[in-house]
């Protein structure tokens, strides 16, 4: 029989930026909008509000994304570089230091200096990066590309219901606006999951949940402001 064990780690990296910026450009902006319907603004400030929340939204997820993807970067960056200072002028220390992460992990000491010297022959900054200080390829990342997926995603999340807005009356436009937007976190929490191969009832009531409160609180608060038509 074939062993087939296959993790998704990898995937869930970029998969996991994209349906956080929809889930987040899901539930904040049909919040906002419900928050301002339940005020009883009229119809065409609603779209208004929501547009500014999709730009607004989509700039700040961009920015939020690139500083701390670019500063994660940095801080790696400065301690390969630190790493590598080691390695030149220390490389028997080095040796020795990787040796004992090994022998911690339960190997006997000649097994661990055998592996520490066989691994540093062929990767020294590798061996180094990933068992000493837990970097691996997968959390190097760029910038730029995540703060344009983390705006991509949060717009298309957005855009839901903005597009709501347009096409309904505004008499149902709350709950209208409500449905559409549960539906479509609990559709993503749910296909999220399974891609990541974890629960999907767990993922689906966790956006549930959560997006609801989302929505009540600001209606709430809409409402304590209600405005004369
Ligand atoms: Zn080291």
């Given at each position: 029989m074939e062993y087939n064990h296959e993790h998704k780690a990898e995937r869930i990296g970029w998969i996991r930026a994209v349906v956080l910026g929809a889930n987040d450009g899901i539930v904040s902006t049909a919040s906002l909008v419900v928050g301002i319907a339940a005020s009883g603004v009229a119809a065409d400030h609603l779209f208004l509000v929501g547009l500014a929340a999709l730009v607004a939204g989509a700039m700040s997820m961009a920015a939020g994304e690139y500083v701390s993807v670019s500063s994660q970067t940095d801080i790696e960056r400065a301690e390969l570089a630190l790493e590598q200072q080691h390695l030149d002028e220390n490389w028997t220390a080095e040796v020795h230091e990787l040796a004992t992460i090994y022998r911690k992990r339960g190997l006997d000491s000649e097994l661990a200096l055998t592996v520490a010297k066989k691994l540093m022959e062929v990767d020294p900054l590798g061996s180094h990066a990933r068992d000493?200080?837990?970097?691996?390829?997968?959390?190097?990342?760029?910038p730029l590309q995540a703060a344009l997926f983390s705006a991509l995603s949060f717009s298309a999340g957005a855009a839901l219901p903005l597009i709501t807005v347009l096409l309904f009356s505004v008499e149902n436009l709350i709950p209208t606006i409500i449905v559409i937007s549960l539906g479509s976190l609990v559709l993503l929490g749910g296909v999220s999951a399974h891609v990541g191969g974890a629960s999907k009832t767990k993922a689906a009531l966790r956006v549930l949940i959560w997006g609801a409160l989302a929505m009540l609180v600001s209606m709430g608060i809409g409402q304590l402001f209600e405005v004369t038509v």
């Open positions: 000493e200080l837990g970097i691996t390829e997968l959390a190097q990342g760029n």
